[in-house]
Nanobody, 117 residues
């Protein structure tokens, strides 16, 4: 079973860049057809898909966030990361990493990030 754990600062100032990492165990970032995503949930709102990095390294982003979002990976550490630039208080949310595997989805528990004004 794949396990994911998010990590990063819980508080970021407006205009700065939010950086989070997701450490993966029980699976590999390069396993064929696996897709590794970042998803967030602002308080009182629904889930918002931010972007994905496929097993082959290709990335796709939510058009509404594309100009500010970057997903990268370190295969030697089996970890992938999210960077969101120019944050505002509207970026306050619980941030999840997840993987869409061949037959199942696996999610991290999520990490709260608050953006201060």
């Amino acid at each position: 079973q794949v396990q994911l754990q998010e990590s990063g600062p819980g508080l970021v100032k407006s205009s700065q860049t939010l950086s989070l990492s997701c450490t993966v165990s029980g699976g590999s970032l390069t396993t064929s057809y696996y897709a590794w995503s970042w998803i967030r949930q602002p308080p009182g709102k629904g889930l918002e898909w931010m972007g994905v990095m496929n097993y082959d390294g290709n990335t796709y982003y939510n058009p509404s966030l594309k100009s500010r979002t970057s997903i990268s990976r370190d295969t030697s550490k089996n970890r992938f990361s999210l960077q969101l630039s120019s944050v505002t208080p509207e970026d306050t949310a619980v941030y999840h990493c997840a993987v869409m595997a061949s037959t199942n989805d696996y999610w991290g528990q999520g990490t709260q990030v608050t953006v201060s004004s």
